[in-house]
């Protein structure tokens, strides 16, 4: 088993850290030579956006036309994690959508909200496309539904944020973006307009479901991928947190799959994952059954794009519905009122919102399910308790891996040092005699049998053994602060 590894490490570096301690004068510093309350400390690190302080650092993400409702916006929150409730085609769920979308849309959002708050204390999300055409009003009853957090994707979210009406209402922003580019764009322009910048920053990365912010020739580039836009999105936002005083975490995801995925991209930076293909797979997840089916059904090769009348691509299980409209033969639609402003909806082939709803409510033949890359993986639905479980075990093993192939080095190096320290004590001890035998002769026979050379080698020796000593203290120390970071839970957060 892997986590044994880091067991067997632990002990060599804990029999090595006793001989050290035992010579060592500070009480103070061999109380930081310990490993805290065993496995518990290797959980993950809490998340926390100011005041908000979510216990898993999972978000799930928002997922649009009735999928991420208040029952698994609420089963994620009672967990720890961030739920999110998509307000995106929310209004399909009531019977007058095609007689007044807007309405319906406001109405269902706010139902909603109270609905996932009077199940759940903890945090609950929104999440609004700025690309629809009532992306303000949604906005608004968010904020009068006091969600503690707004995330705002598909657009920039720039112009007519009530940025002093959500600070009062204790509402957090956090917009989702695709390149570090349009991150410094946002932050430029609330300081300019607002005098103030958003909370927290989702980087949705190529693997992702749903509409996708990438050309679909840039989804391969290394560029555009976690490992690379991550870490230079945490850098872009340094001089944000130095000049606004607070730290804005980064919320990574796209194709975080198991619980050593969430470790991989927390060690990029991200203070969170964003998830939404493992939520699908929940009982809790608001969409028909048929709807998960699809993902346990497909496979790899059904997982493909669309092109979506948005303007976007999008990444979907591939079905006979998507494959009529690239032929062209779906039947004309009538168009409720068009909800997405950068719709064509003149020129489109279908409505994506009916599309999704028809999903959503398990007719495939009328619709399509949006998926992510690893939706393929899927082959169970699970309980949401029982997905946080298994991620927190995933995640669990993989920092305990990841540890102990860093202390891996530190720990041979020591042991390297520790011989040789052990290798010029035996030395010293035998030019200690030599200098006794030395000293005896010239007492006793007037003779001398080289006692200055005995010295001076015993003296270099001695300086080289407490050389030896100092490396083989810093080795140690390091090693331990390592593990501090690691193993503690709240390990990088301010
Ligand atoms: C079925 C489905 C619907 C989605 N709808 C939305 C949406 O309405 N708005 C949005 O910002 N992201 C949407 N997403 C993206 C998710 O919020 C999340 O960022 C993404 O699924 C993460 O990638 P993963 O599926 O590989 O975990 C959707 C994803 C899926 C799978």
């Known amino acids: ?71 698994l916006a609420s089963a994620v929150a009672e967990e720890g994690g961030i739920g999110v409730i998509a307000a995106n085609g929310i209004g399909l769920l009531e019977k007058d959508y095609y007689a007044d979308g807007r309405a319906a849309n406001l109405r269902a959002l706010r139902r909603e909200i109270r609905a996932a708050r009077e199940a759940s204390d903890g945090i609950i999300g929104v999440n609004i496309m700025v690309a629809l055409n009532d992306f303000h009003e949604l906005l608004d ?26 600070r009062t209402a204790g509402v957090k922003a ?57 870490p230079a999105i945490v850098e872009a936002l340094r001089p944000w947190e130095t000049e606004f005083g607070r730290s804005i975490p980064v919320i990574a995801g796209g194709g975080v799959y198991s619980g050593s ?30 709807f998960k089916q699809a993902y346990i059904d ?15 691509p999008g990444r979907a299980i591939r079905n006979d519905f998507i494959r009529s409209v690239e032929a062209g033969t779906r039947p004309a639609f009538r168009c409720a009122w068009q909800c997405l402003a950068s719709c064509k909806a003149d020129n489109a082939k279908y409505c ?34 029982d997905l946080i479980g298994e991620l927190a075990i995933g995640f669990r093993e993989a920092a305990r891996e990841h540890l102990a192939q860093r202390l891996q ?52 020796l001695r300086a080289a053994a407490r050389e030896t000593q100092h490396r083989i203290t810093l080795g140690i120390v390091d090693a331990w602060a390592l593990i501090r970071v690691e193993a503690t839970p709240d390990a990088g957060m301010v």
């Open 1 to 71: 088993m892997k986590t044994k590894r880091l067991d067997a490490i632990l002990s060599i570096l804990s029999d090595l850290t006793d001989d050290l301690a035992s010579s060592l004068p500070a009480e103070s510093l061999r109380r930081l030579f310990s490993l805290p309350a065993g496995n518990r400390r290797f959980t993950w690190p809490t998340f926390r956006i100011g005041d908000l302080v979510a216990p898993v650092p999972v978000v799930q993400g928002g997922m649009g036309v009735g999928i991420s409702l208040s029952r």
């Open 141 to 166: 009853v968010a904020i009068e539904e006091r969600a503690d957090i707004v995330f705002m994707g598909a657009g920039l979210p720039i112009k007519g944020i009530p940025v002093e009406r959500m």
């Open 174 to 230: 956090a917009p989702i973006v695709s390149s570090v580019r349009a991150t410094e764009m946002i932050f430029r322009m609330w300081k300019k307009i607002y005098k103030d910048v958003p909370d927290a920053v989702v980087y949705e990365g190529p693997l992702a479901g749903g509409h996708l912010g990438f050309s679909p020739e840039q989804l391969d580039d290394p560029e555009v991928q976690l490992e690379a836009v991550v």
């Open 261 to 290: 995925d969430v470790q991989r991209v927390l060690s990029l930076g991200a203070g969170a994952v964003q998830m939404g293909t493992r939520f699908v797979a929940t009982e809790e997840c608001d969409a028909d059954p048929a």
């Open 298 to 312: 497909s496979t790899e090769a059904d997982i493909g794009l669309i092109h979506s009348p948005v303007g976007m």
């Open 352 to 385: 994506i919102s009916i599309a999704l709803n028809n999903a959503r409510r398990g007719k495939l033949k009328h619709g399509f399910v949006f998926a992510g890359a690893n939706a393929w993986r899927v082959d169970a639905i699970l309980r949401v308790p």
């Open 409 to 460: 080095p530190m720990v041979d190096g020591i042991e390297k040092l520790r011989k040789r320290y052990a290798s010029i004590q035996e030395q010293v001890r035998e030019l200690h005699t030599a200098y006794s035998t030395a000293l005896e002769k010239r007492i006793r026979s007037m003779q001398d049998i080289g006692i200055d050379g005995i010295y001076e080698r015993y003296e270099s």
